[in-house]
T-cell receptor, first 112, second 113 residues
Framework: KQEVTQIPAALSVPEGENLVLNCSFT??????LQWFRQDPGKGLTSLLL?????REQTSGRLNASLDKSSGRSTLYIAASQPGDSATYLC???????????FGTGTRLTIIP | NAGVTQTPKFRILKIGQSMTLQCTQD?????MYWYRQDPGMGLKLIYY???????DKGEVPNGYNVSRSTTEDFPLRLELAAPSQTSVYFC????????????FGDGTRLSIL
């Protein structure tokens, strides 16, 4: 059974710094890995999706990497802004099923 | 540009009552999902559907039922509400699972007292 872990549960960073969020998964037979953002009281917004054949995806100031052999994905945020404050969740989709397994998220606070 | 719409946004139920959480998407997505999110926990899949007339259980289906009579709608039914069902419920949809991200609604906050 796939298990997804995100550590730390919370992170505070001064504005302008670059930062990395971590995601670990136990079953390397993943089809894709997705990163989401969740604002308080809102649903999840898809940020980046990395296929199993890819090593990274980029969108603006965000860069997500995937290392299946080590069971890790990272989300890099460059030049952080207060508007980046949110909870970030990763989720893994395994081959053979249509289900996502979610981590518990990292709550990010950017300090102005 | 509605996307995934969930109603109601908030609801308080008494133990033993029943209710239906509504979910509608206007993106012509084949796949639809229901999740619950409890404090400090990741999202857990309740039920999912790969197309009209086809549904299947997720990780935590007990106490819930679903139907999928149209591509657009995927209601979630609670028959006998229990305190353990207090949670935030999210509906999501995707075109397929092959590299397409899931789109989420804003959730329904449900309290069972």
């Amino acid at each position: 059974k796939q298990e997804v872990t995100q550590i730390p549960a919370a992170l505070s960073v001064p504005e302008g710094e670059n930062l990395v969020l971590n995601c670990s998964f136990t079953d390397s037979a993943i089809y894709n890995l997705q990163w989401f953002r969740q604002d308080p009281g809102k649903g999840l917004t898809s940020l980046l999706l990395i296929q199993s054949s890819q090593r990274e995806q980029t969108s603006g100031r965000l860069n997500a990497s995937l290392d299946k052999s080590s069971g890790r994905s990272t989300l890099y945020i460059a030049a952080s802004q207060p508007g980046d404050s949110a909870t970030y969740l990763c989720a893994a989709a395994n081959f053979g099923n249509e289900k996502l397994t979610f981590g518990t998220g990292t709550r990010l606070t950017i300090i102005p | 540009n509605a996307g995934v719409t969930q109603t109601p946004k908030f609801r308080i139920l008494k133990i033993g009552q029943s209710m239906t959480l509504q979910c509608t998407q206007d993106m012509n997505h084949n796949y639809m999902y229901w999740y619950r999110q409890d404090p400090g926990m990741g999202l857990k899949l309740i039920y999912y559907s790969v197309g009209a007339g086809i549904t299947d259980k997720g990780e935590v289906p007990n106490g819930y039922n679903v139907s999928r009579s149209t591509t657009e709608d995927f209601p979630l039914r609670l028959e006998l509400a229990a305190p353990s069902q207090t949670s935030v419920y999210f509906c999501a949809s995707s075109y397929s699972t092959s590299g397409q991200p899931q789109h989420f609604g804003d959730g329904t906050r449900l309290s069972i007292l």
